[in-house]
C-alpha cells in the first residue's frame, strides 16, 4: 500500500495560536490557497480512496483535493485532532503552562476533559490496521491534523511516542509512505512543502 498523508491547511486559530482540538475551525484565505496547490500537486495521482477527519479545516482540505478524484471520500470522526478538552479555543501558552505545572511529560498529560497522546496513538493504530485490511496494495490518502499525523507516522516509522510528538507537519504538508509486508515501511517523502 501507498500512503499519501497531509496536513489540512493554514486556520486561524493556527495564526492566533490557539488550541482547536475537536473544534472545527476555519481556514484562512492562505489556508485555502495551500488547499489548492496541494490538490493540484496530486491531482495526477492515482489515488483508490480518501480518508478524512471529519472537522471542517480538515474537511475542505480533502474535499479540494477529492476534486480531481473519482474515488469515495470518507470523513472520520476518528481522524481528528487529539482532544485537548478544556484547553480548546485557548492560546497555546496555557496548555503548556498546565503541563510544566502538572511535572508531566507532555506525554503523559491528560488535559481535563481531553485525551492523551497516547490514546491518540491507539486512535492511529486502529486506522491504520483498517487500512491494511481493506486497502492492500493501493493507493489512500489520509487529510488530517498535526497531531494524529504524528502518531500515525511515528506508528509507521517505528518510533516511540515521545520522538513521534516531535515530527514536523506543517500545514498543507505531505509526507509519502510505501507501506510493506514486512513492516519495513519506507518514507519517500516526510513533512514536504515545496508545492507551497
Known amino acids: 500500500m501507498k500512503l499519501i498523508?497531509?496536513?489540512?491547511?493554514?486556520?486561524?486559530g493556527n495564526v492566533n495560536q490557539t488550541m482547536q482540538g475537536h473544534l472545527h475551525g476555519k481556514l484562512t484565505e492562505k489556508g485555502v490557497f495551500q488547499?489548492?496547490?496541494?490538490?493540484?500537486?496530486?491531482?495526477?495521482?492515482?489515488?483508490?480512496?480518501?480518508?478524512?477527519?471529519?472537522?471542517?479545516?480538515?474537511?475542505?482540505?480533502?474535499?479540494?483535493?477529492?476534486r480531481h478524484h473519482s474515488c469515495p471520500v470518507y470523513f472520520l470522526p476518528e481522524l481528528r485532532e487529539r482532544k485537548v478538552g478544556i484547553y480548546e479555543g485557548r492560546h497555546y501558552s496555557e496548555l503548556k503552562q498546565a503541563v510544566s505545572e502538572s511535572g508531566k511529560h507532555k506525554v503523559d498529560f491528560i488535559p481535563e476533559g481531553g485525551e492523551s497522546f497516547g490514546q491518540l496513538k491507539e486512535r492511529a493504530s486502529v486506522f491504520f490496521d483498517r487500512l491494511?485490511?481493506?486497502?492492500?496494495?493501493?493507493?489512500?490518502?489520509?487529510?488530517?491534523?498535526?497531531?494524529?499525523?504524528?502518531?500515525?507516522?511515528?506508528?509507521?516509522?517505528?518510533?516511540?511516542?515521545?520522538?513521534?510528538?516531535?515530527?514536523?507537519?506543517?500545514?498543507?504538508c505531505i509526507n509519502i509512505v510505501e507501506?510493506?509486508?514486512?513492516?519495513?515501511?519506507h518514507a519517500s517523502l516526510l513533512n514536504s512543502i515545496d508545492h507551497l
Open 35 to 66: 488547499a489548492t496547490k496541494l490538490a493540484e500537486l496530486l491531482k495526477n495521482e492515482r489515488i483508490d480512496a480518501i480518508f478524512s477527519s471529519d472537522l471542517e479545516r480538515a474537511r475542505g482540505t480533502a474535499s479540494e483535493i477529492g
Open 132 to 172: 491494511l485490511k481493506e486497502f492492500k496494495g493501493r493507493t489512500v490518502l489520509v487529510c488530517s491534523h498535526g497531531g494524529f499525523n504524528r502518531m500515525l507516522l511515528g506508528i509507521l516509522l517505528g518510533k516511540p511516542i515521545e520522538e513521534a510528538v516531535e515530527i514536523p507537519q506543517n500545514n498543507a
Open 5 to 12: 498523508i497531509v496536513r489540512h491547511g493554514e486556520t486561524e
Open 179 to 185: 507501506i510493506s509486508e514486512d513492516k519495513k515501511h
